[in-house]
């Protein structure tokens, strides 16, 4: 019998992410790194996510079976709680496995005493599978699990239809896009490569050089290791194509890491071509580099510098600002975003992307290109700051322009505005 239980690696996983509100991807990564069997890496990567996704539904759930109120409960029984009805309501495990396997967690992490009340919980859960209590309030925020602030703010812009359409796809596991390397590799080759290595992929709307996997991992592959491609949103790819910077182009990028734009812009503009990549977070950088040296990306330059004062001379033939945004169009990949983020922070969040449009659009050179983009399509990010920045530049205007919404788009959610002087 195994030692390893891929559950209490989850739980403890959702503790961090519940008490730090750390970045699920980073934790992750960090976790499963050290997990040997790609089953028990799946298992943890599902009920990581699926439990955030699914929190305020999981919680109504909980509350219609418990005798005690919820905000009375111990937060670590709550949280057992939520990872074992996870498994009842949105996974093929058996259901007394996730009954069963669950109560465990309550001895393992030392909560023993609460091991009859979990195991009474999801008994009650299990027994009205298909007659389960439907919430009366807040009604599409409890079923689609979305925090009511957002709800209601979609629903007003979007209607009723699209916003729950839009909620659907943030509550499912999003599709794993390989960007192919053409500076080094053609696509064939790739699909050869990763096939050899038991992953398979599929062409898409995106370009030849854009696969979608269908199977096994991408990134546990000689391929990856090689640098024959980068993996990222299909929305990354749309956004090179709206910058579309010229061979031969001087470019300077701002919030470069991890490295996703710098790659669409390197082998658009080719070896006679250059990218200033800047990030203000070392660490960040530090990522950015081991991405550009896997890739054996040469005509790129990174700086460790604020996007409000760079220090730097001279002009560009195009600046990307890839700005501080609230993230909220990638949900589907962060779902802790959507439970973490606040609408008062929009306006902040318009402040500062507005000082660093300011502060870059003075490396743009005359006829020279200023493309701005968030993973957002929230207004105040987006129209607002577009609306703001024209009124206090005008010898600014608007060249390209897209908004991209994962129901609709099949990518991330991503607004992008190409700007010419």
Not at 66 to 94: F, W
Not at 375 to 401: M, W
């Amino acid at each position: 019998m195994r030692d390893f239980n891929a559950r209490w690696v989850a739980y403890q996983l959702l503790r961090r992410i519940e008490s730090r509100q750390s970045n699920s991807t980073i934790l992750l990564q960090e976790a499963l790194g050290q997990v040997a069997d790609p089953k028990d890496r799946h298992l943890i990567t599902d009920l990581v996510l699926g439990t955030i996704r699914w929190r305020k539904r999981l919680l109504f759930i909980i509350s219609q079976f418990s005798r005690r109120p919820l905000q009375q409960l111990d937060k670590e029984v709550l949280l057992i709680l939520q990872v074992g009805v996870y498994q009842l309501l949105y996974t093929n495990i058996a259901a007394h496995a996730a009954v069963n396997e669950t109560v465990k967690l309550c001895k393992i992490a030392r909560l023993t005493s609460a091991s009859s009340f979990v195991n009474g919980i999801l008994r009650g859960v299990q027994g009205r599978m298909t007659t389960l209590p439907e919430p009366t309030e807040n009604v599409l925020a409890v079923r689609w699990s979305h925090p009511e602030w957002l709800v209601n703010r979609w629903v007003q812009r979007f209607g009723e239809s699209d916003a729950v359409a839009l909620m659907q796809v943030n509550n499912q596991p999003p599709p794993v896009f390989v960007h192919v390397n053409t500076l080094r590799v053609q696509p064939e080759i790739v699909s050869e490569h990763l096939a050899s290595e038991g992953v398979l992929v599929e062409s898409t709307i995106f370009g030849s050089s854009v696969f979608m996997v269908r199977e096994g991992s991408a990134q546990n592959t000689k391929s990856f290791l090689e640098g024959e491609f980068y993996i990222q949103d299909a929305a990354v790819h749309l956004l090179g194509e709206v910058m579309s910077p010229q061979p031969g182009y001087r470019v300077l990028e701002l919030a470069a890491a991890p490295g996703g734009k710098t790659f669409q812009l390197a082998f658009r503009i080719g070896e006679k071509g250059g990218v200033v990549a800047a990030d203000a977070q070392l660490r960040r950088m530090k990522t950015w580099k081991r991405n550009m040296d896997r890739m054996k990306i040469s005509n790129v330059y990174g700086v460790v510098a604020d996007a409000r004062n760079l220090p730097l001379t001279g002009s560009f033939d195009q600046v990307v600002v890839d700005a501080p945004c609230s993230t909220l169009g990638i949900i589907r990949r962060h779902p802790e975003i959507k439970w973490w983020r606040q609408e008062t922070d929009l306006p902040g969040l318009k402040t500062l992307q507005l000082q660093i449009l300011d502060a870059c659009a003075k490396y743009v050179r005359s006829q020279g290109e200023l493309v701005y983009s968030v993973c957002s399509f929230e207004s105040e990010e987006t129209e607002e700051v577009r609306d703001a920045f024209l009124t206090d530049h005008t010898g600014f205007n608007i060249q390209k322009e897209m908004v991209l919404l994962p129901h609709r788009d099949h990518t991330d959610g991503f607004y992008i505005v190409k700007f010419k002087r």
